[in-house]
């Protein structure tokens, strides 16, 4: 059973960073394709950036939204079980919920891995807030 706690997420003024962080459980990154996630209030979810790591062959694949190409950047930590966001050049329409999702089925892998970010992930944390001003 997966299970994804992020933190990390706060108020920031325009042009600052936040680091947001996502405590993984249950699983490992090289089984599993994760993202970070984000919810405006009145507008439908939307995918920022997402991981797809290579495991025991190396490489990987990486996917990110256009509007945050060159500020921010998707990582992970195999010892710490954690996932990462780290983003700059923030902006007021960078203000939502950041969540992060983890989904287990190899077709997630493959289309993230061809540049196409799937929004039905399988499991959810319970989401960070960040307000930029």
């Known amino acids: 059973h997966v299970q994804l706690v992020e933190s990390g997420g706060g108020s920031v003024q325009a042009g600052g960073t936040l680091r947001l962080s996502c405590q993984v459980s249950?699983?490992?990154?090289?089984?599993?394709?994760m993202a970070w996630f984000r919810q405006a209030p009145g507008k439908k979810r939307e995918g920022v950036a997402a991981l797809v790591t290579g495991g025991n062959t190396g490489g990987g694949s990486t996917y990110y939204t256009n509007s945050v190409k060159g500020r921010f950047t998707i990582s992970h930590d195999n010892a710490a079980n954690t996932l990462y966001l780290q983003m700059s050049s923030l902006n007021p329409e960078d203000t939502a919920m950041y969540y992060c999702?983890?989904?287990?089925?190899?077709?997630?892998?493959?289309?993230?891995?061809?540049?196409?970010?799937?929004?039905?992930?399988?499991?959810w944390g319970q989401g960070t807030q960040v307000t930029v001003s």
């Open positions: 999702a983890a989904d287990h089925r190899r077709q997630h892998r493959t289309l993230i891995s061809q540049g196409y970010l799937p929004v039905d992930f399988d499991a």
């Open positions: 249950g699983t490992t990154f090289s089984s599993y394709a």
